[in-house]
């Protein structure tokens, strides 16, 4: 057994405590801001004026879904509690990813951006960041898998944890961290090798969705929604069943550009 003993509040402001997992959260959205600004640098055919418009659009829009769909999947709390509805002490990954995605292609439409292009070019930022913000989640509790047995298993002892203490549960967290940097591997391999445009990103959330699906199973702390299965994994459902098609109808293997 593996035991996490660590504050999960990095320090306070007066009444105001700062948890590991917002600073790791920050982490994340700078991955993905220089991770892009990296890919301008070395050569990307977009300019740094359209990556910083697309952060002052996608962090907002990212958050704010990321916080309904948190909201949504602990209403039987929130409905009793209206005041702490707006707020960051809870966020969900999928929520952010897709919130930064819907609202950088509205954004899009009204630009001279190519959405596809871009979403290429940002997938492996997103997912590497996203094994970030899974570091914050272990740390904080959050996010904890069922009461398991196994020698990995993850105990938690500090009073400000949200994961029960003295019980050992699956490291859901770690699972997904090194799931999201295998991810990242693949996208890095297969980058400049899939057309048309988008289809890199198509992968990528493909492969967070397909493990989404399956790893929820061990998830622990979120209510079903529909057909037992979670919030996530409905949502994965959908998406799935939306790139699997379009990637196997539309997407090529093509000779990397040099």
Not at 125 to 140: D, P, S
Not at 165 to 179: D, K, Q
Request: charged fraction near 10%; include cysteine.
């Amino acid at each position: 057994m593996i035991t996490i003993s660590i504050d999960p509040v990095a320090f306070t402001i007066g009444s105001l405590e700062v948890r590991w997992y917002g600073i790791f959260i920050a982490l994340a959205i700078l991955t993905v801001v220089l991770w892009t600004a990296w890919q301008v640098k070395k050569g990307a055919r977009i300019s740094y004026d359209t990556v910083f418009t697309a952060a002052v659009v996608g962090i907002p829009s990212g958050l704010v879904l990321s916080r309904l769909l948190h909201v949504v999947d602990n209403w039987e709390y929130y409905g009793r509690h209206w005041g702490e509805i707006i707020g960051g002490g809870g966020l969900t990954a999928y929520g952010g990813v897709l919130g930064a995605t819907i609202g950088i292609w509205i954004y899009s439409r009204f630009s001279k951006m190519n959405f596809g292009y871009f979403a290429d070019m940002v997938a492996p930022g997103i997912i590497l960041a996203q094994a970030v913000g899974r570091v914050g989640c272990t740390i904080n509790g959050c996010c904890y898998g069922l009461e398991t047995l196994v020698p990995w298993a993850i105990i938690y002892t500090h009073p400000n944890s949200f994961c029960p203490l003295g019980t050992p549960v699956h490291p859901t967290t770690v699972y997904e961290i090194f799931w999201n940097l295998l991810v990242f591997v693949i996208l890095l391999r297969l980058k400049g090798h899939l057309r048309p445009d988008g289809s890199l990103y198509m992968v990528y959330i493909s492969l967070y969705s397909a493990y989404r699906l399956g790893m929820d199973f061990l998830r622990e702390g979120t209510p079903f929604l529909f057909f037992n299965l979670h919030q996530a994994q409905f949502i994965a459902v959908i998406v799935l069943s939306i790139t699997i098609p379009l990637l196997v109808m539309k997407t090529r293997w093509v000779r990397a550009e040099k």
